[in-house]
């Protein structure tokens, strides 16, 4: 290895596809990521001093493998004639670069970074090396002293609640904030009864199409956060959908004077409107994007997404997945036009599609793309994990649909009237399908038949359906991802880092593939909601994130922004958070609801909950001994009925479908309602294995099993 150009990288999964592209011509190292941390010593363990407006850090070895792996690359270091820094072309890569040039005494360092590890990308990054950039690195370090200097002075004021709480954090608590807020929403909700009213025609359904105001006090009961979200989580401005209800009545008596006009009076058609809509093609993957398609249609978490991502990146597949951007490179646009000229001409644009970036995107990346647009899936497949393979399909089928022609839908609307009562009915026709035809992100087609103003229609049926209100929904993984960028917080590095976190540290839990607030999440939220009020405000913590990209800019001193941060407000803050801590670390923070006990008229708090159906039960903060369950039939808060000495046993004339025995009638408790049920009337055999199923509830048609179904009377 004497004398031979020594090229550094991070993964040690990238050596075999760089060494069979570079051969050996040179040598190949990998750090295994980060090498070096901050120390944990000095004034509370920071590994770090702010005097004035300088900082100057300790950096260590992060592990015992870490300094085996610095000795061994000094060594390396020194038999090679230059050595270049090639780890990953983003922030977090020039980081780890100049810890890596630092801590093994390279002199005048040089950087080459690549999007792709493909011969021709790797060869010209090796060939054309430039310095390390300091603004990005400087930017990088101030990251690692800020999250540190947030997390180890802001824990310990956690740590006085007793209840397990390990961390806080400058990203972690603002995205706990989020889903401790959206559960808040959920547990305050009321649900509001409405009715959709319609008519049928032959061939098509309308819906009373009603003044605007006469729903706003429904409406008024909706999130507009709901409303956003109510498509697939990716490309929701994008999609759409077809009117599946009428404009919201919100008395049955209004709903049946619809009804009774449309049956009374005839109907004829008073408008049809009909235009031609074009639908743009979506934006290539970046990281927050991918993460949140890989959740919808494969299933996988972000961290899976981003392990799975990771490996074809090191074998030479996708191009590199931390990103932001979404501009192509030339010379996969031509490629991948190319693909479409021999394989789709009619979707192959005048022009090739471009997309706009967030403002604050790094440019200079590339989004999320494969290497080689032509590689066929048969000869890829051998070579790829099943949930790789459907990976890069999917990054794939993005990238070729980002460059095709936009979709031409058809719309049509229909509006009838009968007496004084307006209808519609809405249609959507796929005419041209464009990209969808890789990337189907539109609802779909209801046809309408074919009508003329002045038309007379014949009624076939008038009716209303009862429907409820429903509070905004819990978050996906890929839905907090989408929203932590959309506030602004994290990057796409940290996106499956934090939301890992969380979980790990017992915040959230995954429930019914939706995250969930602990009661130790919704302590910890509301506690620092309280004690550090601007760590879950989302507008804070991005701020913080445009400081550090104006560091990384070369816009500002980092050392200035830190120190004064600190100075003008952690400092303060955390003294004022200190007089509070002895107060609220002796409550029990539960959030107060609107019902009144029934005893006392104070307000009771809600008690989180798995047991109840609702998530929580109501306690009286007075009366210790008054709680309410929220009941399902009557649709209200109940306070539980007092116990009854048990009844004697009723047996009934149908037999236990397993032994045979009579099935007895055995009554409970559920919600604050009584309930009966079925089962069998031997008390030793129903702790049998062969029994737990052999029990029967009531339902308003009788007594059904899930397994046995319902008894035959």
């Not at 592990?63 to 090639?86: F, M």
């Not at 709480?165 to 603002?174: D, H, L, M, N, P």
Request: with cysteine.
């Amino acid at each position: 290895m004497t004398g031979k150009t020594l090229v550094l990288i991070e993964a040690p999964g990238k050596l075999k596809k760089l060494r069979q592209i570079l051969g050996s011509d040179y040598a190949l190292a990998a750090s295994g990521g980060h090498i070096r941390t901050l120390a944990d010593d000095g004034t509370d363990s920071l590994g770090f001093d702010l005097v004035g407006e300088r900082i100057s850090c300790r950096w260590i070895p992060r592990d015992a493998r870490a300094k085996s792996t610095i000795a061994e690359l000094k060594q390396a270091v020194k038999e090679a004639s230059r050595v270049i820094l090639a780890t990953d072309e983003d922030r977090e890569g020039e980081s780890i670069a100049w810890h890596l040039a630092d801590a093994l005494g390279v002199k005048n360092p040089l950087r080459a970074t690549y999007r792709e590890i493909t011969p021709a990308a790797v060869r010209s990054a090796l060939a054309n090396p430039r310095p390390l950039d300091r603004s990005l690195v400087n930017a990088g370090i101030c990251r690692a002293v800020l999250d540190k200097l947030v997390g180890y002075k802001g824990s310990p004021l956690v740590w006085q609640l007793n209840n397990g709480a390990k961390s806080i954090g400058r990203v972690q608590s603002a995205a706990l904030h989020i889903l401790c807020d959206r559960e808040a929403q959920i547990r305050s909700f009321v649900p509001q009864d409405y009715w959709s009213v319609f008519v049928d025609y032959e061939g098509f359904r309308a819906f009373y199409e009603g003044r605007r105001q006469e729903s706003i006090g429904v409406r008024s009961q909706e999130s507009g956060v709901r409303r956003e979200e109510e498509s697939e989580v990716d490309d929701a401005a994008e999609r759409t959908s077809s009117q599946n209800e009428s404009t919201k009545v919100l008395t049955q008596a209004e709903a049946d004077r619809l009804v009774a006009i449309a049956r009374q009076f005839p109907h004829q058609v008073i408008k049809v409107e009909g235009k031609t809509v074009y639908r743009t093609p979506p934006p290539p993957f970046i990281t927050s994007s991918l993460q949140q398609a890989a959740g919808a249609k494969l299933k996988l978490s972000p961290e899976k997404v981003m392990q799975i991502a990771q490996s074809l990146y090191e074998q030479g597949h996708i191009t590199y997945h931390r990103t932001d951007s979404v501009f192509m490179a030339e010379s996969f646009v031509d490629s991948a036009q190319d693909w479409l000229h021999r394989h789709d001409p009619d979707n192959l644009p005048a022009k090739a599609t471009s997309h706009r970036s967030n403002k604050n995107a790094q440019e200079a990346h590339e989004a999320i793309r494969p290497t080689d647009i032509n590689r066929s899936s048969a000869s890829l497949r051998p070579e790829l994990s099943p949930e790789a393979f459907d990976l890069y399909v999917l990054i794939w089928i993005r990238a070729i649909a980002s460059l095709c022609k936009p979709a031409r839908l058809q719309q049509t609307k229909i509006t009838t009237q009968s007496g004084d009562v307006n209808w519609q009915a809405k249609g959507q026709l796929l005419e041209f399908a464009g990209y969808t035809r890789y990337w189907n992100n539109l609802s779909d087609d209801v046809q309408l038949p074919l009508v003329q103003e002045g038309q007379t229609l014949e009624l076939l049926n008038a009716g209303s359906e009862k429907k409820q209100t429903q509070p905004p929904p819990r978050y996906t993984e890929p839905k907090l991802v989408q929203q932590m960028e959309r506030s602004g917080i994290g990057r796409p590095s940290t996106y499956a880092p934090t939301v890992a976190t969380l979980k790990q540290r017992n915040y959230v839990e995954l429930n019914k593939k939706v995250l969930q607030p602990t009661i130790l999440g919704m302590e910890v939220d509301s506690f620092v909601a309280q004690a550090l009020p601007k760590l879950v405000d989302t507008e804070f913590t991005a701020e913080m994130e445009f400081q550090l990209d104006r560091i990384a800019e070369g816009k500002i001193n980092w050392e200035q922004w830190l120190t004064g941060w600190n100075r003008e407000y952690l400092v303060p803050a955390l003294q004022q958070a200190q007089q509070i801590v002895p107060t609220v670390a002796h409550q029990t923070i539960l959030e107060v609801s609107k019902i009144a006990c029934p005893k006392c008229q104070t307000l009771m708090v809600q008690v989180p909950s798995r047991k109840v159906k609702k998530g929580y039960f109501l306690k009286c903060q007075s009366c210790a001994d008054t709680v309410m369950f929220w009941g399902e039939r009557q649709k209200k808060w109940e306070v539980p009925q007092p116990k009854t000495e048990p009844q004697p046993v009723k047996l009934t004339e149908h037999s236990c479908p397993v032994c045979k025995k009579p099935l007895e009638e055995y009554n409970y408790q559920k919600e604050g309602q009584q309930k009966v049920m079925l089962r069998c009337s031997d008390a030793a055999a129903r702790q049998q294995k062969k029994h737990k199923e052999a029990v029967y509830f009531q339902t308003p048609r009788g007594f059904w099993s899930p397994k046995f179904g319902e008894i035959s009377e």
